[in-house]
């Protein structure tokens, strides 16, 4: 089996952990992944930052995955929240030359009215993980 060129770089999105030992948030796809050749990392950003504040995670994580895979660059598959940081992290923290590619799976780039709702909810109701 041939490895990817590049690594992936998996972004998950809010109200989640790449570490929830309860809830895998990726399931069985890293596993597959790797199976068929790539090397796998995450964002590990926190799952209710903000999208500047996480974004800056998934730089030195990123930063991290080029230096231990050896690689120049990374694919990135981002879930919902995960894809606007990624968006930002490229755009705004210098670094699409370390990004070969992103890929967003149900990212609200035009905005979401459901989160809009959290707003007006304290953050001890509903941020328990």
């Known amino acids: 089996?041939?490895?990817?060129?590049?690594?992936?770089?998996l972004v998950h999105g809010t109200g989640f952990r790449d570490d929830n030992p309860l809830f895998d948030y990726w399931g069985r796809i890293p596993k597959a992944l790797r199976e068929c050749g790539a090397q796998v990392y995450y964002g590990g950003q926190d799952s209710w930052a903000t999208i500047e504040t996480?974004?800056?995670?998934?730089?030195?994580?990123?930063?991290?995955?080029?230096?231990?895979?050896?690689?120049?660059?990374?694919?990135i598959i981002a879930h919902?929240?995960?894809?606007?940081?990624?968006?930002?992290?490229?755009?705004?923290?210098?670094?699409?030359?370390?990004?070969?590619?992103?890929t967003t799976i149900s990212t609200p780039h035009h905005g979401s009215k459901s989160i809009d709702l959290f707003y007006d909810v304290p953050a001890f109701a509903y941020r328990f993980v």
């Open 1 to 9: 089996m041939s490895r990817t060129r590049y690594p992936l770089f």
């Open 54 to 75: 996480n974004a800056a995670i998934l730089k030195q994580n990123l930063l991290a995955a080029l230096h231990n895979s050896g690689a120049e660059k990374v694919n």
């Open 80 to 102: 919902s929240k995960g894809g606007l940081e990624a968006r930002y992290m490229i755009s705004r923290l210098g670094m699409a030359s370390h990004v070969a590619s992103l």
